[in-house]
């Protein structure tokens, strides 16, 4: 177990350099963010250079990657065009997107996993039906039309929340926007969770405990749902990186200042610090929301060992 | 069955109860009475008055700072602020004298150090400040900030600025500018207290300065609140408690906020509620001129597009473009057509006239074709339409204009459209000359003067000169307008170069732009400067 973790962390360092070096070129290659501070007046070249100057953008790009880099290693991911180090926004944004994350995990896991096993109980029953109909709606409305339609109905219409969540973004102004966020993985997670269910209701062991006479609601949950979580939370794992980072939507419709507002801001104005240091911070949570899921794996299935 | 059901019931319960609860804790806190809720995007540069050359940062700095002169919100007149007379024999030579009494809100007076400093601060090119170039007129300017990149700069200050007495300085610019006086009510202009100097990282996280608001707080990125400056010894009353300034990325959810009742003013509608904005919002909908004006620039420094025999294409092209359906259908009245060079916010007395580009900018389909074909026809028999389209509803405006000159010629793919992704590289496309027919152009003024909207845009080699254009006549005119004896003749020799440009027609006016913007009814007394601003101390608070 130790050895497959020590693996794991050691196979990190390869994708995680690579992905971080695919950023940092993609970003470069969007535009001179110099030429974009001066809006529509031309640069002048002086005031131009020592900018470039002062971000290294003077540099090859292969040597102002080698000093990125090697200024990350010591803490220090540069500062953004607004004079703010990104590690003062990383520390702003982090936590509300984090907490944003939660409360969509939580729809997620509750909401979906529930209705996942009652629909895959009884496949082909109305109740089955009408859910699948449902994250088939979902599924097909991209997330902005949802967002902007709950917001306007339940922040203009009935008057029950506030359409932009406030800087302290509290937990309970990120139940709506987090509903909003889980919606399509959480339809993914119903149907997932529906197939295995119904996959595995016919499984010789679930036959086993009826025969038994164990409780049904303890087949359910300690038989059946246990084997059949699986694939659940292989997709919850690759989820997080994407929650996080796909909050970009959500987030900018609340108004929440968290990471996918960031990255939009970052990305509108070509401040390739503030992308690069977000979208490394994404990579890294995403290496390890893997890890996590492939030692899971174990928990539920104790067949399954890490040498 | 029975337990699916009340499962099923109980979440469905607690997502609600979870959305009542959460709508008890609304609010940001920050209602206090009297104080005006605004919306406000984040500064793109940190603010330092020479480092902030868009609007978001430059409404605080005008919040907070007084220059010599300040910009009239109704007539754009320049008016003095904090000069109390500025003379000159010449128009080379100033002598500014500032009024006795003016403080820092951190208590510090006013002096003419404080203007004097400040200006050599955002001269400096080691300082990297943005809006270095407003003082290139000033003498000594090219010794702190060398044209040449990488240069070092050999004076720390510019020879042109001396310290006379506590409250008097002399200005000597490098030639004569009748106006100069004038582009002092910039936010480049300001004064800077001597805090900002002693500890810049702190001034710069809570900004001190003399106008008539003063930040309490400040967190980036996210809010700003100002409150009244009691100190302040400007004539314009502050009718409300205060501002805060709250952050958004997106303007369709302040939009959205507004509706709900959270802000109390939006200065930005968002384009896709243009259309029901008046009906929303009701008598609560501005919609006025703004200082921002749109043309369609032609690659002069290309041979096809900048030949004498090309001058008629480009009328042609100019009178196949109806500009009063596109701002109507496209814009829903938010850009008005363009008649001249200028804008509507100069009024007659800045300049402005009505219908001075003539039959050239009047949309007239058969003499468009007529031109187009005199001239020898597009240059390798089309053209295509360059523009960013990432803002400003571009790519439906550059249809409907191609449509145009497509139906003028009677043919289906005469004009194309170019369409650039992201307004950096575009931008970048742009200032290398890299053009290869006609691209957008935008421009918005750095002060109200006619002169803003002529020189830095078509004089030879000018800053933002993106044609390449260059007419020794409109050269020639412009600098006899810089040094008129007074203002009345500088500003008909601008209006004759002007004309110039009408005919020769390097870029075509497409439409002035509109500030839009939307208040709650809590607030009233709601108007937009010419910079499409709110003036926000004459708003009063229900």
């Known amino acids: 177990m130790g050895r497959y973790v020590i693996r794991r962390l050691l196979q990190m360092i390869p994708v995680f350099i690579g992905t971080t070096f695919l950023i940092f070129v993609m970003v470069h290659a969007l535009g001179d963010p110099v030429a974009a501070l001066f809006g529509d007046r031309t640069p002048d070249p002086a005031t131009a250079a020592q900018l470039r100057r002062e971000f290294n953008l003077d540099k090859p790009m292969w040597q102002q990657y080698l000093l990125y880099m090697g200024k990350i290693f010591t803490g220090d991911f540069g500062t953004a065009f607004n004079g703010q180090p990104v590690t003062q926004l990383l520390a702003g944004a982090l936590p509300i997107s984090f907490r944003l994350m939660l409360v969509a995990m939580g729809f997620e896991i509750v909401l979906g996993i529930t209705l996942g096993v009652i629909s895959g109980l009884r496949k082909g029953g109305s109740m089955d039906t009408s859910v699948l109909l449902m994250t088939l709606v979902v599924i097909a409305i991209p997330t902005f039309v949802t967002g902007v339609l709950a917001q306007f109905l339940f922040g203009v219409k009935l008057g029950w929340i506030d359409p932009a969540v406030s800087p302290a973004a509290r937990f309970d102004e990120l139940l709506l926007p987090g509903l909003i966020l889980a919606l399509v993985s959480l339809a993914y997670i119903t149907r997932l969770t529906r197939t295995s269910i119904a996959e595995n209701a016919r499984a010789d062991y679930v036959r086993t405990a009826i025969a038994k006479g164990l409780p049904r609601r303890r087949i359910t949950t300690h038989h059946l749902l246990r084997n059949s979580l699986i694939p659940v939370v292989t997709f919850l794992g690759t989820d997080v990186g994407s929650l996080m980072a796909g909050a970009l939507v959500t987030e900018r419709i609340f108004n929440i200042q968290g990471v996918g507002y960031q990255l939009y801001q970052g990305v509108l104005r070509q401040n390739s610090p503030t992308v690069v240091g977000f979208v490394t911070i994404l990579v890294l949570v995403f290496l390890l929301a893997n890890l996590l899921v492939d030692l899971l794996y174990a928990v539920l299935d104790p067949r399954i060992r890490y040498a | ?542």
Request: hydrophobic share 35%.
């Open chain 2, 1 to 542: 069955m029975h337990g699916a059901t009340r499962v099923g019931w109980a979440v469905a319960g607690a997502t609600a109860i979870a959305l009542v609860a959460s709508a008890c804790g609304g609010g940001g806190g920050g209602d206090a009475a009297g104080v005006v809720r605004a919306s406000w995007g984040d500064p793109q540069n940190p603010l330092e008055p020479a480092n902030t050359n868009e609007v978001q940062g430059g409404k605080v700095l005008d919040m907070i700072f007084r220059g010599l002169k300040h910009y009239d919100p109704k007539t754009a007149e320049a008016k003095n602020a904090v000069a109390d007379k500025i003379e000159t024999e010449d128009n080379q030579t100033f002598t500014i004298t500032l009024k006795k009494g003016w403080k820092f809100s951190d208590g510090t007076d006013v002096t003419a150090h404080s203007f004097v400093d400040a200006w050599n601060y955002g001269a400096l090119v080691t300082n990297k400040q943005i809006g270095s170039s407003f003082f290139q007129h000033i003498e000594g300017y090219d010794e702190v900030h060398p044209a040449d990149e990488g240069a070092e700069p050999t004076a720390k200050t510019m020879s042109g600025l001396t310290v006379e007495d506590k409250y008097t300085f002399t200005v000597k610019l490098k030639e004569k500018f009748t106006l100069w006086p004038e582009t002092l009510g910039y936010t480049a202009f300001a004064p800077l207290p001597k805090a900002f100097f002693d500890d810049h990282d702190a001034w710069l996280a809570k900004p001190v300065g003399n106008g008539p608001y003063k930040v309490d707080s400040y967190t980036r990125s996210q809010s700003m609140r100002l409150s009244k400056n009691e100190a302040y010894s400007g004539e314009e009353k502050v009718n409300n408690e205060g501002v805060e300034l709250r952050v958004y990325t997106d303007n369709n959810t302040a939009y959205t906020d507004l509706q709900a009742g959270n802000i109390d003013i939006i200065d930005d509608v968002p384009a896709s509620q243009l259309k029901n904005a008046e009906r929303d919002l009701g008598g609560r909908y501005i919609n006025q001129p703004a200082g921002i004006f749109q043309t369609i620039n032609f690659p002069m420094y290309e041979g096809a597009w900048g030949s004498g025999r090309a001058k008629k294409v480009r009328q042609g092209i100019s009178m196949a473009i109806n500009r009063k359906e596109i701002t109507e259908k496209i814009y829903f009245r938010t850009r008005t057509a363009a008649s001249d060079f200028t804008s509507p916010v100069l009024q007659k007395a800045g300049g402005y006239k009505k219908g001075l580009c003539g039959d050239e900018c009047t949309y007239d389909p058969g003499k468009a074709k007529e031109l187009i074909e005199e001239g020898g026809g597009l240059p390798g028999g089309r053209m295509t339409l360059s523009s960013n389209v990432d803002t400003g509803s571009h790519r439906q405006w550059m249809d409907a204009v191609c449509n145009s000159i497509n139906n003028a010629l009677g043919r289906s793919n005469a004009c194309t459209v170019n369409p650039v992704s992201t307004f950096p590289e575009y931008r970048s496309r742009v200032t290398a000359k890299r053009m290869k027919g006609p691209f957008r152009a935008g421009w918005q003024m750095d002060y109200p003067l006619i002169q803003n909207f002529l020189q830095p845009l078509y004089y030879t080699n000018a800053s933002s000169n993106d044609s390449g254009y260059s007419s020794e006549k409109f050269d020639r005119l412009i600098d006899e307008a810089n040094s008129a004896e007074d203002d009345e003749e500088s500003l008909e020799l601008y209006q004759e170069a002007e004309k110039v440009l009408s005919d020769d027609l390097p870029a075509i006016p497409l439409w002035y732009q509109n500030g839009t913007a939307g208040y709650s009814d809590r607030i009233d007394n709601v108007r937009l400067n010419p910079f499409s601003v709110p003036v926000y101390n004459e708003i009063t608070v229900n």
